[in-house]
Every structure is written in structure tokens, then in C-alpha cells.
């Protein structure tokens, strides 16, 4: 980038200033980017930029400091159609009663950076920030294109740290939930005393069929014989016991009915004597039918219980991306799908804004990948059904050998120059009516004689046509000075390519055959010109090119 050496304000800059001084609020609009050099013009007293080449809206404003604002914008060449030498930049700002004006300007001179043209080997994006001191303004703003706008590394940063702490606690609760779900040790805390409630107790005596409840113990032995064994009913006794597995080696003992000759046993005895250590510790509780219901009830209902958006529960994980439960948990590998599919959406609307923005400038309308939707679909909608974007047309009559035309501003990239003259008189010399045009710069058509001669003084009818959907406009001069010469160009499409040309004779013969000359595109590489001697004709030639 060109050294700049600082802005300087403006006038109209300083104007504004005092009235933000004064309670006005200081909005800043836009950035202009040219190529204009300073000659002899007042860098305060300028209005707009000295040839304006590129308008950059504003991503971005900031005071780091009291009296100073930071306005930033971002330069990409990418919808530079030509490229020029960044050696002026200009910030606009909106005056409450003049609408927007130039409010501060910097020139780089001879250090100026040159801006290729999109397509080229150089890719350009430049972040530009200016400093501008804005004294004691207390509201300082500016128009933001939102969709230029760009995180800093450091929040960019920070926001990756939180979607990582987020995933990292996604992860414990699914490795807690996990957890919690194998847990076999009760993980929710129910106590024997919520379980029984009716303390433990001794049996003295049970009747044949035992009451209905339950009983459990831990199966550490085989059932049938330490059961009779226990009991004392050994030998032919037999045993029948009705059990439910819960887990484990634990056993949930309905029924207990011991057959001894036919006649049911009546008396069961607590396990406490030496003989009978190996029930001792075995023998948990005796409690009810419906105490037992009502912990089922409790176990079937906790079972159940499904969390919701308000209310916590078990839920299911689920790695589906499709998924519209809202009971579920979505797994890393849900999330990472996801996100990749998301970055992949984002990837291919930004291919398919850049395509767009091409197409679109294309057409004569400038565009940017930058653009929002929104904005794209109205630039598509400015897009003309005409390719001629302004005629300028007048007549001149040549006062000397050389005259300047002041026309209203075109862009020299796209507009040619056509004219047509006729002498005034019949006297002189036919070569000195022939007339030279070419557009010095962008606001001025040049009209050149090889010789001036007031009794035969041409009168010129010029028209300058600019266009809006250009590809390409090579221009340049020649001497020719033999019967046929060739012209070397940059290739073009010959279907889609005109040629205009003028020049002057130096025939020095009033015989019009031999101040004439033709002209063509011979090819898409040769421009051919012919005439009928080999006097020297002085040629400025445009060659425009369209999409």
C-alpha cells in the first residue's frame, strides 16, 4: 500500500466537524479509492476524489482512545474490471444539511499501489484502516454493509472456546447419564426403611403356606438342601419354593411350603445357633403385599419417567441429524455431523454468491461476493436490456490545429469516440481537413489537425458513446506510412468486436484518393490498414470488445 503520509481534512470535512463539536452526529458513509494525481489543486478545498475508481462500503468503526475513530473497510480486487494505481483515498461522511460530502483525503503520489484487475495471477484483499481525530464528538458512526463485517482472530478465538467448554459439558452429562444407567448400586439412594417398613423380626412360628410377601436373601448355597438342612427337615422332606430373580444373587422368596410325610410344616426358626451360621446374616425381611406393590409401583414409575424441555428424566442418545424428538440426546458424533454439514452449506452458497457476482458484473452492473442476497437480486434487476450506457454528441468548428472538447464524465474504459467533418470552403488543401479524435482523459474529447489552414478550417461532428457491458477496449495510434500495414491487437472475438479509427493526412495533395485510408479487423490479432500511396496518416484506432 502507498504512503500516504496521514489525511487531511476537507472544508466541507472541517465544517461537519464543528457541527459534531456541537452536539451533530459524525456518520461516516463510505471509503473512495482513485487514481487522480495532485498538480496544482487544494487538497481543502476538494469536493470528491480527482478520478474516483473504487467505492468500499464500511465494515466497520471504532474510538479506541477520546478524540480519535478508527473507520475500516475492506479492498478485494475480485470485481476490479481494470486495473489502476491506488494513489488517492477519500472518507465520506453525511452532512445533516448537504447530504454526503468528501470529509477527509489522502494521496499517495508517486508511491502509489497498483490494483490488478479480477482473473489476474494476484489475488488483493486488503483490510484498510484510517485513523481520523474527531475532537470532542460524542456520537460517531457509520453506515455498515453487515455482510462485510468480520470477527477478530480474538473473538473468533473465544467463541471457539466456548463451543468447545459446551461440547466438553455435553460430554460429561452423556458420560454421567451412561453412568448412571449401568449403576447398579443404587445410584438413587432408597433406603431400607423406604423399602420396609416394618422392622425386622424374629420368627417364632410360620403356618404351612407362608404369608404372602416376600423375603429376600442372598443365594450363596444350593437352595433345596440348606433350606431343609436349616430347618431340620432332612431325609424324604422336601422343599417347594417360589422365587423371582431380581439381579445379581439375590432372590425374592414368595412362598415357602416344606412337606414332611404329607403333614405341612407349622414352625419355622430364626437362624442364630452355631449349627445353623450358614442362614446367619442371610435373613433380610418379611414384609407385606402391599408394601412390595407399592415399591414395584415406585421402580415401574421411575422407569418411566422420560425427561421433557421443563422437566429431567431418562433420555435416549441419538445420533441421527434428522431426528424431530425432543426427548432425546444428540451424540458428538450427531453434533459433528451437523456442523459438518452446515460448514459445507455455508461453502457452497459462498461458491454460488461469487458465481453470481461474476455473471452479474459481467453484464455492466459491479458486483461482489461480499453482497448480501438481498442486494445481488436487485443488482440482477438493474442489469439492461441496452448495452449503450450515454451518447454525448456536438459539433465543433477547428480554431486551431488542436482543440479540447470538455464532455460530461465517462469511464474511458468503455466509451469511443465517432466523428464525421467537411471543409468550409473549397480552397487549401484536401489533407489539412482531416481530423484526429481520441478522449484524453474522462471529461475531455481532443480534436487534431496535421496542419491548420483557416480558409479550409473542417467543421467536426463528434459523438462519444459509452457503454455499459464492455469486455474489453484496446486503443492506441499508428503511423502508417505504406500501401498495407498491420496493426498487432490482444486477441479479440471478431463476431463480437468493432473497430473506429481516425486520423490526419500529411498527403500535402488535394486529390482526395490519396488522403484516404480503410481499415479492418483482418483477425482477431491484426487490425489491416490500406491506402492507395504511401503518404503518412497519423491513426488513433479503438477496438471495443462485448460480452
Known amino acids: 500500500m502507498g504512503a500516504f503520509g496521514g489525511l487531511v481534512l476537507t472544508i466541507k470535512g472541517r465544517n461537519l466537524q464543528a457541527k459534531a463539536q456541537a452536539g451533530a452526529d459524525l456518520k ?57 494505481f491506488f494513489r488517492e483515498i477519500g472518507v465520506f461522511a453525511l452532512d445533516p444539511d448537504e447530504g454526503e460530502i468528501l470529509y477527509a483525503y489522502g494521496n499517495s503520489g508517486t508511491t502509489a499501489e497498483y490494483i490488478p484487475p479480477a482473473g489476474s495471477a494476484d489475488i488483493i484483499e486488503k483490510l484498510i484502516n484510517l485513523n481520523i481525530i474527531v475532537g470532542n464528538a460524542t456520537n460517531v458512526t457509520a453506515v455498515i454493509d453487515q455482510s462485510l463485517v468480520y470477527a477478530t482472530r480474538s473473538e473468533f478465538e473465544n467463541k471457539i472456546n466456548e463451543i468447545n467448554l459446551a461440547i466438553d459439558e455435553m460430554q460429561d452429562e452423556i458420560n454421567s447419564f451412561s453412568s448412571h444407567l449401568t449403576n447398579t448400586n443404587n445410584p438413587h439412594k432408597v433406603t431400607t426403611e423406604q423399602v420396609n417398613t416394618i422392622a425386622s423380626k424374629l420368627v417364632a412360628e410360620m403356618p404351612a403356606v407362608y404369608p404372602i410377601g416376600i423375603t429376600a436373601f442372598s443365594l450363596t448355597t444350593a437352595l433345596a438342601d440348606p433350606w431343609k438342612t436349616a430347618t431340620g427337615h432332612v431325609g ?92 432425546d440426546a444428540a451424540t458428538p458424533k450427531a453434533v459433528k455431523t451437523a456442523m459438518d454439514r452446515a460448514d459445507a452449506a455455508f461453502l457452497q452458497a459462498n ?149 473506429f479509427f481516425s486520423y490526419t493526412s500529411s498527403s500535402g495533395s488535394a486529390a482526395s484518393q490519396t488522403n484516404l485510408l480503410a481499415g479492418s479487423l483482418s483477425s482477431g490479432v491484426n487490425i489491416s490498414f490500406s491506402q492507395v500511396d504511401t503518404s503518412i496518416k497519423s491513426v488513433y484506432w479503438q477496438v471495443i470488445e462485448f460480452n
Open 236 to 327: 424324604t422332606d422336601t422343599a417347594l419354593v417360589q422365587t423371582t430373580k431380581m439381579s445379581g444373587d439375590y432372590l425374592i422368596v414368595q412362598r415357602i411350603t416344606f412337606n414332611n410325610g404329607g403333614t405341612g410344616v407349622t414352625a419355622i426358626y430364626e437362624r442364630s445357633t452355631s449349627a445353623n451360621n450358614v442362614w446367619n446374616g442371610a435373613w433380610k425381611k418379611v414384609v407385606s403385599r402391599s408394601e412390595f406393590e407399592t415399591l414395584q409401583e415406585t421402580v415401574t414409575a421411575h422407569k418411566a419417567e422420560t425427561a421433557t424441555l421443563t422437566t429431567k428424566g431418562h433420555v435416549k442418545l441419538n445420533s441421527s441429524v434428522t431426528s424431530p424428538s425432543e426427548v
Open 351 to 499: 461458491n454460488g454468491k461469487t458465481a453470481v457476482a461474476s455473471a452479474v458484473t459481467a453484464k455492466g452492473v459491479a458486483a461482489s461476493p461480499s453482497d448480501t442476497f438481498p442486494t445481488l437480486a436487485t443488482k440482477i434487476g438493474q442489469i439492461s436490456s441496452t448495452n449503450v450506457k450515454s451518447i454525448q454528441r456536438g459539433s465543433t468548428f477547428m480554431a486551431d490545429v488542436s482543440e479540447n472538447v470538455p464532455i460530461s464524465l465517462v469511464d474511458i474504459t468503455k466509451a469511443i469516440v465517432k466523428i464525421t467533418f467537411r471543409p468550409n470552403s473549397t480552397a487549401g488543401q484536401g489533407h489539412s481537413v482531416f481530423v484526429k479524435a481520441q478522449l484524453s482523459n474522462s471529461t475531455t474529447l481532443n480534436l487534431s489537425l496535421s496542419q491548420y489552414l483557416l480558409s479550409n478550417a473542417p467543421t467536426v461532428e463528434w459523438e462519444v458513446i459509452e457503454f455499459s457491458n464492455v469486455k474489453s477496449l484496446q486503443t492506441g495510434t499508428a503511423a502508417i506510412g505504406a500501401v498495407t500495414t498491420s496493426v498487432a491487437v490482444a486477441a479479440v472475438n471478431t463476431l463480437t468486436s468493432l473497430l
Open 28 to 84: 461516516y458513509s463510505r471509503m473512495g479509492l482513485g487514481d487522480g494525481t495532485i498538480t496544482s489543486q487544494s487538497i481543502p478545498s476538494l469536493v470528491g476524489l480527482i478520478s474516483q475508481r473504487k467505492s468500499l462500503n464500511l465494515n466497520r468503526v471504532y474510538t479506541p482512545s477520546p478524540a480519535r475513530a478508527v473507520v475500516s473497510a475492506i479492498l478485494s480486487n475480485q470485481d476490479v474490471t481494470t486495473g489502476f
